[in-house]
C-alpha cells in the first residue's frame, strides 16, 4: 500500500496556488473571476435545462475551480522538463497547436488531465509553447538570444530533485507533493527583473515582441489564467461596465443554442516596470506588456467531421469580410451567424449526424421507459428514440488554433498585427515531429481521448441494460 497523493489531488492543490499567486501579481484577474461568478450565478438560476445538464455530466461541481493558464518556453529541454513536471499531476500533453502561420513564431500543446473521471476532479490545463528560434533571420541575433537562454534556469533544484523521485518511486506522499507544488509554482512567477540589457530587450522585441518575452526573462512567467464562464456575451458587456477594457471581439463560434467548441475574450495586457541589467551592472528601468486576463465559455467537442464543418464555416465567415475581424465586431457577428446557420444547433441532429461527443446515460426513468419497447429491439437509435438513453455534450477541453492566434496577438501590444516587425513566422510551417522530439513524448490524440470518453459510457449503460 502506497501513501501517495493522487496526482488528481496534486493537479487540484497547484490549480488553488497557481491562482492565488496570479490574483496577488494581477488584481484585475481577481476582478473578472468575480464578474465571472456573478454571471454563472445568474445564468444558472435562469437556466434550469443547463444546470441539470451539467449536473449530469459533473461539470456543476468543477464550474468554479475551473480555468487554464497559458506560458511560453524558450528551449526544447525547458519543454522536455515541463512534460516530466506536469506528468507528476497528471496532466499529459494533448494536441499539437501551430501558430506559425498565423505570424506567431510557436508551437504549442495543452498539458491536462485525459479521463472524464479526473477531468471532474480538476480539470486544469496549461496552454504551453515553445519559441521556435530557428525563425529569427539574423543569425547574430538568434546565437545571442539561444546562448542567452542556455543561461537560465527555469526549474529549482527542489522542484527536480521531486520530479526524480516521484519518477523513481512511482508517486508523492503529502508532504512531498505540498512542497512539490510550492516548489513547481515559483517556476511561473512574475520577475520585475530581467536579466538582459535594454537594448538587446529592444532588438528582440523588434525581432517579435514574443521572443522578448521569452529571452527577456528569468522563467516562464504565467501570463493568464482563464475562468470558465457559461455566459460569454453577458461577461464581454459587463467587462466594459466594470472598467476591465475587452478584446474587440469574441473568438470562436457565434452564440448559439447548443455551444460548441470554445468561445474566448480576454483584457488588454498590462505595461509593467522591468528593471533590465545592463553589461557594466547597471540597472536601466523599461517596462513589458505580456500578462493578461482572459475568459472562456466552453461547448460541446466535435468530431472530426464536426471540426472541418466548424472550420470551414469560419474561413467562410471570415473571408467575406472587408476589414479585419476586430475593425467592425457587428458586421463580424454577423457573417459568422450567417455562415454557421449550416451547424445544427440542436444535441440530438449533432449526435445523430456524428458531428459533436456525447455521453451515453440512463435517463432517470428509464425503467418505465423500457416497457415501451420489444426485448428484441434494443439498438442505441432505439434505445435514444425511446428515451431510455439519455445524451449529455461532452464538454471541449482543449483549445482552438485560428482563437489562440487571435489572443495571442491581442496581447502583444498595441499595435496592429500586420506590422512589419511581426513577419519573422508567417511563411513558416510548423512540425508536429520537431515538437514532439523536443518534448520526448507523442501528443494524444484529442478526438481519440473524447472517442474514448463516448464509448466508455456507452459500453457502461449497456452493462446496466443486459
Ligand atoms: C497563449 C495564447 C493561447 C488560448 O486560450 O487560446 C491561449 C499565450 O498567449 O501564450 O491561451
Ligand atoms: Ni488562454
Same mark, same amino acid.
Given at each position: 500500500?502506497?501513501?501517495? *497523493?493522487?496526482?488528481?489531488? !496534486?493537479?487540484?492543490?497547484?490549480? #488553488? &496556488?497557481?491562482?492565488?499567486?496570479?490574483?496577488? $501579481?494581477?488584481? +484585475?484577474?481577481?476582478?473578472?473571476?468575480?464578474?465571472?461568478?456573478?454571471v454563472?450565478?445568474?445564468t444558472?438560476?435562469?437556466?434550469?435545462?443547463?444546470?441539470?445538464?451539467?449536473?449530469?455530466?459533473?461539470?456543476?461541481?468543477?464550474?468554479?475551480?475551473?480555468?487554464?493558464?497559458?506560458?511560453?518556453?524558450?528551449?526544447?529541454?525547458?519543454?522536455?522538463?515541463?512534460?516530466?513536471?506536469?506528468?507528476?499531476?497528471?496532466?499529459?500533453?494533448?494536441?499539437?497547436?501551430?501558430?506559425?502561420?498565423a505570424?506567431?513564431?510557436?508551437?504549442?500543446?495543452?498539458?491536462?488531465?485525459?479521463?472524464?473521471?479526473?477531468?471532474?476532479?480538476?480539470?486544469?490545463?496549461?496552454?504551453?509553447?515553445?519559441?521556435?528560434?530557428?525563425?529569427?533571420?539574423?543569425?547574430?541575433?538568434?546565437?545571442?538570444?539561444?546562448?542567452? *537562454?542556455?543561461?537560465?534556469? !527555469?526549474?529549482?533544484?527542489?522542484? #527536480? &530533485?521531486?520530479?526524480?523521485?516521484?519518477?523513481? $518511486?512511482?508517486? +508523492?506522499?503529502?508532504?512531498?507533493?505540498?512542497?512539490?507544488?510550492?516548489?513547481?509554482?515559483?517556476?511561473?512567477?512574475?520577475?520585475?527583473?530581467?536579466?538582459?540589457?535594454?537594448?538587446?530587450?529592444?532588438?528582440?522585441?523588434?525581432?517579435?515582441?514574443?521572443?522578448?518575452?521569452?529571452?527577456?526573462?528569468?522563467?516562464?512567467?504565467?501570463?493568464?489564467?482563464?475562468?470558465?464562464t457559461l455566459d460569454i456575451d453577458a461577461v464581454q458587456a459587463g467587462m466594459s461596465a466594470?472598467?476591465?477594457p475587452p478584446k474587440a471581439i469574441i473568438e470562436g463560434p457565434p452564440r448559439r443554442q447548443c455551444p460548441i467548441l470554445l468561445r474566448q475574450t480576454s483584457f488588454?495586457?498590462?505595461?509593467?516596470?522591468?528593471?533590465?541589467?545592463?553589461?557594466?551592472?547597471?540597472?536601466?528601468?523599461?517596462?513589458?506588456?505580456?500578462?493578461?486576463?482572459e475568459i472562456e465559455q466552453r461547448g460541446v467537442?466535435l468530431?472530426?467531421?464536426g471540426r472541418a464543418l466548424y472550420d470551414a464555416l469560419l474561413a467562410k465567415a471570415r473571408q467575406n469580410l472587408d476589414g479585419t475581424p476586430e475593425s467592425n465586431p457587428e458586421h463580424y457577428y454577423q457573417a459568422l451567424s450567417e455562415s454557421f446557420k449550416d451547424f445544427a444547433d440542436d444535441?440530438?441532429t449533432l449526435?445523430?449526424?456524428?458531428l459533436?461527443?456525447?455521453?451515453?446515460?440512463?435517463?432517470?426513468?428509464?425503467?418505465?421507459?423500457?416497457?415501451?419497447?420489444?426485448?428484441?429491439?434494443?439498438?442505441?437509435?432505439?434505445?435514444?428514440?425511446?428515451?431510455?438513453?439519455?445524451?449529455?455534450?461532452?464538454?471541449y477541453?482543449?483549445?482552438l488554433p485560428v482563437s489562440a492566434a487571435g489572443i495571442?496577438q491581442s496581447?502583444?501590444?498595441?499595435?496592429s498585427t500586420d506590422?512589419?516587425?511581426?513577419?519573422?513566422?508567417?511563411?513558416?510551417?510548423?512540425?508536429?515531429?520537431?515538437?514532439?522530439?523536443?518534448?520526448?513524448?507523442?501528443?494524444?490524440?484529442?478526438?481519440?481521448?473524447?472517442?474514448?470518453?463516448?464509448?466508455?459510457?456507452?459500453?457502461?449503460?449497456?452493462?446496466?441494460?443486459?
Amino acid at each position: 500500500m502506497s501513501n501517495f *497523493l493522487h496526482p488528481n489531488e !496534486i493537479r487540484h492543490k497547484f490549480s #488553488l &496556488a497557481m491562482s492565488q499567486m496570479y490574483q496577488k $501579481e494581477v488584481p +484585475l484577474y481577481k476582478d473578472l473571476m468575480d464578474l465571472v461568478a456573478d454571471v454563472n450565478e445568474q445564468t444558472l438560476s435562469s437556466d434550469v435545462n443547463l444546470k441539470s445538464q451539467l449536473a449530469h455530466t459533473g461539470e456543476l461541481e468543477r464550474i468554479d475551480l475551473e480555468r487554464h493558464g497559458a506560458i511560453r518556453l524558450g528551449l526544447p529541454s525547458e519543454l522536455a522538463t515541463m512534460r516530466r513536471l506536469f506528468a507528476v499531476m497528471g496532466m499529459l500533453p494533448v494536441g499539437y497547436y501551430d501558430l506559425a502561420p498565423a505570424g506567431v513564431p510557436v508551437h504549442s500543446t495543452a498539458f491536462r488531465a485525459t479521463d472524464s473521471k479526473a477531468l471532474q476532479h480538476s480539470p486544469f490545463r496549461v496552454f504551453c509553447s515553445l519559441l521556435r528560434l530557428e525563425l529569427i533571420a539574423d543569425k547574430e541575433l538568434r546565437d545571442h538570444a539561444e546562448a542567452t *537562454l542556455k543561461k537560465r534556469q !527555469i526549474f529549482s533544484e527542489k522542484v #527536480l &530533485a521531486l520530479i526524480d523521485k516521484c519518477e523513481r $518511486e512511482g508517486g +508523492l506522499d503529502a508532504d512531498d507533493a505540498h512542497e512539490f507544488v510550492q516548489e513547481a509554482t515559483k517556476t511561473f512567477q512574475w520577475h520585475a527583473t530581467s536579466p538582459i540589457a535594454k537594448n538587446f530587450y529592444d532588438k528582440l522585441h523588434q525581432e517579435h515582441r514574443l521572443i522578448a518575452d521569452v529571452v527577456g526573462f528569468y522563467g516562464p512567467h504565467i501570463n493568464h489564467l482563464t475562468p470558465r464562464t457559461l455566459d460569454i456575451d453577458a461577461v464581454q458587456a459587463g467587462m466594459s461596465a466594470r472598467n476591465i477594457p475587452p478584446k474587440a471581439i469574441i473568438e470562436g463560434p457565434p452564440r448559439r443554442q447548443c455551444p460548441i467548441l470554445l468561445r474566448q475574450t480576454s483584457f488588454k495586457a498590462l505595461q509593467e516596470p522591468i528593471a533590465f541589467q545592463n553589461a557594466d551592472g547597471t540597472l536601466e528601468s523599461g517596462h513589458h506588456t505580456a500578462r493578461f486576463g482572459e475568459i472562456e465559455q466552453r461547448g460541446v467537442a466535435l468530431t472530426p467531421k464536426g471540426r472541418a464543418l466548424y472550420d470551414a464555416l469560419l474561413a467562410k465567415a471570415r473571408q467575406n469580410l472587408d476589414g479585419t475581424p476586430e475593425s467592425n465586431p457587428e458586421h463580424y457577428y454577423q457573417a459568422l451567424s450567417e455562415s454557421f446557420k449550416d451547424f445544427a444547433d440542436d444535441y440530438r441532429t449533432l449526435h445523430d449526424e456524428g458531428l459533436a461527443y456525447f455521453y451515453y446515460q440512463l435517463a432517470d426513468d428509464y425503467q418505465d421507459k423500457l416497457q415501451n419497447i420489444a426485448r428484441a429491439n434494443k439498438d442505441v437509435p432505439t434505445l435514444i428514440q425511446a428515451g431510455v438513453l439519455r445524451l449529455e455534450p461532452i464538454v471541449y477541453e482543449d483549445f482552438l488554433p485560428v482563437s489562440a492566434a487571435g489572443i495571442f496577438q491581442s496581447n502583444l501590444g498595441d499595435k496592429s498585427t500586420d506590422d512589419a516587425d511581426d513577419k519573422t513566422a508567417e511563411q513558416a510551417l510548423g512540425s508536429q515531429a520537431e515538437f514532439e522530439a523536443a518534448l520526448g513524448a507523442k501528443v494524444h490524440d484529442e478526438f481519440a481521448l473524447y472517442q474514448a470518453m463516448m464509448d466508455e459510457s456507452l459500453q457502461s449503460c449497456l452493462a446496466a441494460l443486459a
